[in-house]
T-cell receptor
Framework: GQSLEQPSEVTAVEGAIVQINCTYQTSGFYGLSWYQQHDGGAPTFLSYNALDGLEETGRFSSFLSRSDSYGYLLLQELQMKDSASYFCAPGGQTNAGKSTFGDGTTLTVKP | DGGITQSPKYLFRKEGQNVTLSCEQNLNHDAMYWYRQDPGQGLRLIYYSQIVNDFQKGDIAEGYSVSREKKESFPLTVTSAQKNPTAFYLC?????????????FGPGTRLTVL
């Protein structure tokens, strides 16, 4: 079967660092994507990890451990605009790049 | 500008009516997807298509139908058989390889069935 776990809510203050964890169990796994969705908007792509290790893109970094079926998104120097929902989505080349999205993590950044 | 468009942004229909949601992309992507999102929840895959004239059911295909006659277009029909159609519908197109997978989302259509 397939399962995906993320914390439902995370709260942090401006300037802080926050880590959003993701554990998954899915067939046809090739990599782990992360998406951001602001309230009322469409998801936007943040990162994709195909290999173990850390990928850094500006203030955001994403980590994958395939052996542990685990990944995380690290957000540094938090800003108010980072308040959004964050989804991890395991998937990849199998079945036309189909990814599985969970319920996501709602991040609230406070002043 | 390259992108993916959905229309309309808001759609109201009476119960029992079929309704078709439009999705167009000019990103030259082979793969396209339809998701449903309910308030406070994640995205659930309805249908996806890897190539023209071919599509596959996702996790919640019952009550929906799609077509893929052109690479650029992937319309979704919400039929009267869908028991609870009120939701936010998101279309995406994507590029994927062994080492990369990214989906680009349209702005979505909010469907309300009265």
């Amino acid at each position: 079967g397939q399962s995906l776990e993320q914390p439902s809510e995370v709260t942090a203050v401006e300037g802080a660092i926050v880590q959003i964890n993701c554990t998954y169990q899915t067939s046809g796994f090739y990599g782990l994507s992360w998406y951001q969705q602001h309230d009322g908007g469409a998801p936007t792509f943040l990162s994709y990890n195909a290999l173990d290790g850390l990928e850094e893109t500006g203030r955001f970094s994403s980590f994958l451990s395939r052996s542990d079926s685990y990944g995380y998104l690290l957000l540094q120097e938090l800003q108010m605009k980072d308040s959004a929902s964050y989804f991890c989505a395991p998937g990849g080349q199998t079945n036309a790049g189909k990814s599985t999205f969970g319920d996501g993590t709602t991040l609230t950044v406070k002043p | 500008d390259g992108g993916i468009t959905q229309s309309p942004k808001y759609l109201f229909r009476k119960e029992g009516q079929n309704v078709t949601l439009s999705c167009e992309q000019n990103l030259n992507h082979d793969a396209m997807y339809w998701y449903r999102q309910d308030p406070g929840q994640g995205l659930r895959l309805i249908y996806y298509s890897q190539i023209v004239n071919d599509f596959q059911k996702g996790d919640i295909a019952e009550g929906y139908s799609v077509s893929r006659e052109k690479k650029e277009s992937f319309p979704l029909t919400v039929t009267s058989a869908q028991k609870n159609p009120t939701a936010f519908y998101l279309c995406a197109s994507g590029t994927y390889t062994l080492s990369y997978n990214e989906q680009f989302f349209g702005p979505g259509t909010r469907l309300t069935v009265l």
